[in-house]
């Protein structure tokens, strides 16, 4: 008869394990589960012997899941953040009542708006909780896999790992932005009229870290543009347009004093405006979380009254 592998399985190692694959790594999964890395190396040998299979095996980088740990983890973690979600649901959420530090990770330009206002909120809210708020990374998509930061805002991102959810946010409409007495004397534009010119670019990883949106947009419409400057710092951005010819497409969510100082240029394409999804993204285990219910609340309606301040 073939063995029971449940009936006879410390149900705790389950939790060992699924944090195990998310971070191949012996320090941090001891970390988040606040033991110690031998208890985890014990843990690892009683999962090994349990299933009578390495699980993991030791790489120059940490550890590698062998194919059986894969399809446990694929099949274990959706049942484990089903079970936490069922025994979560009771609980009464109060934001006063929350603790601790809060990551997000944001894309610079929604960093540079939507600190303050939500940064107030949550402390009207939360007076407990300690905010953090990260520019969005190369590492953002991984440190959202792994539990380390609890929501991120970015645009559309096609590589996002499966376990994450995309959830549409707004549009985010964008505007060229060029200094006062910039030779562009249209309010209106369309890429024909960019054609040739010199632009700058916000650096936002995991969206355009290699090729300038601007420059995809204009390329498929058969039209051309150099980048002669790129940042993560919108501010450097915007200085470097008060003092050149260049021009910058922006995201709306620039901070007013700024945009005050140059000159919007409206960019229609094929007579539309150009807009992009703003998403944010989270862990699918927190696809009930009252928490992360309560964040794209407060995200959702800065957003809105940021826009809404505009009309």
């Known amino acids: 008869m073939a063995k029971d592998l449940y009936a006879s399985l410390d149900l705790n190692l389950l939790r060992t394990f699924v944090i195990l694959s998310q971070e191949l790594n012996m320090r941090k999964a001891s970390e988040r589960l606040f033991v110690s890395q031998p208890a985890i190396s014990q843990a690892l040998q009683k999962l090994r012997s349990h299933f009578d299979d390495e699980l993991f095996v030791k790489t120059r980088h940490g550890?590698?899941?062998?194919?059986?740990?894969?399809?446990?983890?694929?099949n274990i973690s959706?049942?484990?953040?089903?079970?936490?979600?069922t025994l979560n649901a009771g609980n009464t959420f109060s934001p006063s009542q929350i603790e601790g530090t809060l990551k997000l990770a944001l894309t610079p330009n929604i960093l540079t708006y939507l600190s303050t206002p939500l940064y107030l909120k949550i402390r009207q809210a939360a007076p407990n909780v300690n905010l953090h708020l990260h520019n969005w990374s190369p590492t953002s998509l991984e440190e959202i896999n792994n539990g380390?930061?609890?929501l991120g805002v970015n645009f559309e991102i096609?590589?996002?790992?499966?376990?994450?959810?995309?959830?549409?946010?707004?549009?985010?409409k964008f505007t060229v932005y060029v200094r006062k007495d910039h030779p562009l004397s249209k309010t209106t534009i369309t890429p024909k009229d960019l054609d040739g010119l010199e632009a700058a670019s916000i650096i936002i990883s995991d969206w355009n870290s290699n090729i300038p949106v601007a420059e995809k947009v204009m390329r498929s419409h058969g039209f051309t543009i150099r980048t002669a400057f790129r940042s993560e710092l919108p501010m450097a951005i915007l200085d470097i347009i008060?003092?050149?010819?260049?021009?910058?497409?922006?995201?709306?969510?620039?901070?007013?004093?700024?945009?005050d100082q140059l000159r919007g240029l409206k960019l229609k394409i094929n007579n539309q405006d150009l807009k992009i999804p703003l998403m944010a993204y989270y862990h699918q285990r927190n696809r009930?979380?009252?928490?992360?219910?309560w964040l794209l609340g407060l995200i959702e309606e800065s957003l809105q009254e940021y826009t809404t301040g505009e009309q």
């Open 78 to 85: 959706p049942l484990l953040d089903e079970l936490s979600s």
């Open 242 to 259: 008060k003092h050149t010819d260049m021009f910058f497409p922006a995201s709306s969510f620039l901070p007013k004093e700024e945009r």
């Open 148 to 150: 380390e930061i609890s």
């Open 63 to 74: 550890l590698k899941p062998t194919a059986l740990g894969i399809e446990l983890a694929e």
């Open 288 to 293: 009930r979380s009252p928490l992360i219910t």
């Open 158 to 172: 096609h590589h996002a790992p499966k376990e994450l959810i995309q959830k549409k946010i707004c549009d985010d």
